[in-house]
Nanobody, 124 residues
Framework: QVQLVESGGGLVHAGGSLRLSCAASGRAFSTYNMGWFRQAPGKEREFVAAISKSGSSTAYADSVKGRFAISRDNAKNTVYLQMNSLKSEDAAAYYC?????????????????WGQGTQVTVSS
């Protein structure tokens, strides 16, 4: 069992930055691939970024490449999403998720555990 709690969301102006954090319970954090997803009202949950168990591999949605960076600190049981140059289309509820498989997946169905979400609002 893994419990995930996101934090760091808020209101920013277009062009600004936020860093989201996801804190995981337990001592098995390093056995999970971690992902960030987002969901805007009326839309399906969308892949944003993922990072492998050791942090050696990452993947990003095309829409955020060059602007967002995912990282993790296994000693702190925490994964981060640094969000720069924010656009209005980035506004959504952001969720972190844990996947115990051997691969990095972009599909939400591959992830076993989810946080409660944190809201990111971008004003233009």
């Amino acid at each position: 069992q893994v419990q995930l709690v996101e934090s760091g969301g808020g209101l920013v102006h277009a062009g600004g930055s936020l860093r989201l954090s996801c804190a995981a319970s337990g001592r098995a954090f390093s056995t999970y691939n971690m992902g960030w997803f987002r969901q805007a009202p009326g839309k399906e949950r969308e892949f944003v970024a993922a990072i492998s168990k050791s942090g050696s591999s990452t993947a990003y949605a095309d829409s955020v490449k060059g602007r967002f960076a995912i990282s993790r600190d296994n000693a702190k049981n925490t994964v981060y999403l640094q969000m720069n140059s924010l656009k209005s289309e980035d506004a959504a509820a952001y969720y972190c998720a844990a996947d115990g498989s051997s691969y990095l997946f972009r599909s939400s169905s591959a992830y076993d555990y989810w946080g409660q979400g944190t809201q990111v609002t971008v004003s233009s």
